[in-house]
C-alpha cells in the first residue's frame, strides 16, 4: 500500500511541475534549478593550456575523430577546467578536476556526478557545498562533468528532439578515464559518487563496467529504474522537468532496455565493489529549519523543502531500503545508511559525502593482495 500510494504521489507531483507549480526555490528541483537544458557552463578563463593534439580547429569538433581533453583552463591552484571533446556525443563538455593537496606522487580519482540539471544550473557541488574547501587537504582528484541534464548519465538509444544525444556512459566509463589518467598523474584507482538523479546513475555505471571503480556511492538515489516506483520517478526527472521523451532513453518501459538498467535487477553485478548508499525518511530534519543552511529564512524554501522534497526522499528510502535488502541477498559487499529524519536536500547529501568519503578513500588505497 506504501509502494502504490508513493506512485500516486510522484504521479501527482509530475502533475505539478508540468503546470509549473514547482519552482527553483523549491526543494522539488533541490538538485536543480531552472535553466535550459543546453546552457553554458560557467569557468574561469584566468589561464589556459593548449594539449598538444588539439585540433586544428577546435570550432569544429565534428573534425576529431577521438576523445581527447583540448584545453585545460586554470581556475585557480587547486582547480582546473578540461574541455573534452567526446566522440561519442560529438561535442565538447567542461569537466572540472580538484586537484590533489600532494601533487609531488599519484592520487586516486573520484567521479563527482551533480543532479538533474547535470551541473549546467547553480544547483551543482560547487554552488551548493563547501566541497572545493572539503577537499582542499585530500590527496584526491574530484572530477566532476559539466553536462547531461536529465538524462540519467545513460546512453540513451535515441537522439532526443529536446536533450539531444546522450551517452553518457560511454562517456563516463570508456572515453573519460583514459583521458584524466593520460593527463594527471593518478593512481588508476577510481569511485563515483552522485546524488538524486545521479545516486542511480553511479549503480547503473559501476554495473556497465565492472572493475572500473573499487567503491560506488548514492546519495538519496532510487534504485530501481522498471517498476511503478522507479519509473514515476524518471518520468518525473526526465519528462516533466527535462521535457525529454523517456522512450528515447531505454525505449518503451517495461521492455528490455529499461531491466537492463535496472541497479535492483542487475545488483549482483555489483559483486566486487563496495556499494555505498544514504537516504533520510523524508520527515523534517535537522536541516530543515528556517535558520538551517540554504533556506537563509525564507518560508516558502522550506515549506517546499519539507513538503515535496520529503515525498520525494520518501520515495528513494523505500528504493534504498529494498536494495540494501537485495544486495544483501546478493552478497553485494555494501554500507547503507539510512537516517530517521532528512528531506531531499543539499545540506545533507554534502553530509553525506563527508560520512562516507574516510570509507572510499581507504577502498581506493587497498592494494590487491599479494601486492
Not at 502533475?15 to 534549478?33: I, Q
Not at 591552484?77 to 556525443?89: D, G, L, W
Not at 562533468?145 to 551517452?167: C, E, F, H, M
Request: with cysteine; proline share 7%.
Amino acid at each position: 500500500m506504501v509502494h502504490k500510494s508513493l506512485v500516486r504521489v510522484l504521479a501527482a507531483m509530475s502533475t505539478a511541475v508540468a503546470v509549473g507549480a514547482l519552482t527553483g526555490t523549491g526543494v522539488g528541483v533541490a538538485d536543480t534549478d531552472p535553466a535550459p537544458p543546453n546552457s553554458s557552463a560557467n569557468t574561469s578563463t584566468t589561464s589556459t593550456t593548449s594539449t598538444a593534439d588539439r585540433p586544428a580547429n577546435p570550432a569544429n569538433p565534428a573534425q576529431m575523430n577521438a576523445s581527447k581533453i583540448q584545453t585545460l583552463v586554470h581556475d585557480s591552484p587547486q582547480q582546473v577546467t578540461a574541455i573534452v571533446y567526446s566522440a561519442s556525443m560529438d561535442k565538447l563538455i567542461p569537466v572540472t578536476v580538484l586537484l590533489p593537496k600532494d601533487k609531488s606522487k599519484p592520487a586516486p580519482t573520484l567521479y563527482l556526478l551533480n543532479g538533474a540539471g547535470g551541473g549546467e544550473d547553480s544547483a551543482t557541488w560547487a554552488a551548493k557545498t563547501s566541497y572545493t574547501q572539503y577537499f582542499a587537504d585530500k590527496n584526491v582528484y574530484v572530477v566532476t562533468p559539466i553536462g547531461g541534464a536529465y538524462s540519467y548519465y545513460t546512453d540513451w538509444q535515441k537522439d532526443d528532439p529536446v536533450l539531444g544525444r546522450n551517452k553518457w556512459t560511454t562517456f563516463l566509463t570508456k572515453e573519460l578515464p583514459p583521458l584524466i589518467n593520460k593527463e594527471f598523474d593518478t593512481t588508476g584507482d577510481n569511485a563515483v559518487a552522485g546524488i538524486s538523479m545521479a545516486g542511480t546513475s553511479v549503480l547503473n555505471l559501476a554495473i556497465a563496467a565492472p572493475g572500473l571503480y573499487k567503491s560506488v556511492a548514492a546519495y538519496s538515489g532510487c534504485a530501481r529504474t522498471s517498476d511503478p516506483l522507479g519509473l514515476a520517478y524518471i518520468r518525473m526527472v526526465v519528462g516533466d522537468r527535462g521535457h525529454g521523451d523517456i522512450d528515447n532513453m531505454w525505449g518503451v518501459p517495461g521492455g528490455p532496455g529499461w531491466v537492463a538498467n535496472d541497479p535492483y535487477v542487475n545488483a549482483g553485478k555489483l559483486k566486487g565493489t563496495k556499494v555505498y548508499m544514504t537516504s533520510g525518511s523524508g520527515l523534517p530534519g535537522p536541516n530543515d529549519q528556517l535558520n538551517a543552511p540554504l533556506i537563509n529564512g525564507d518560508p516558502v524554501t522550506l515549506g517546499n523543502q519539507i513538503l515535496l522534497g520529503g515525498v520525494i526522499e520518501a520515495a528513494v528510502n523505500q528504493c534504498t531500503e529494498q536494495m540494501a535488502q537485495r544486495m544483501n541477498e546478493l552478497g553485494v559487499e555494501n554500507n547503507v545508511m539510512l537516517r530517521p529524519t532528512g528531506t531531499h536536500s543539499w545540506a545533507y547529501w554534502e553530509q553525506d559525502l563527508h560520512d562516507t568519503w574516510p570509507m572510499i578513500a581507504a577502498d581506493l588505497a587497498k592494494r590487491p593482495a599479494g601486492n
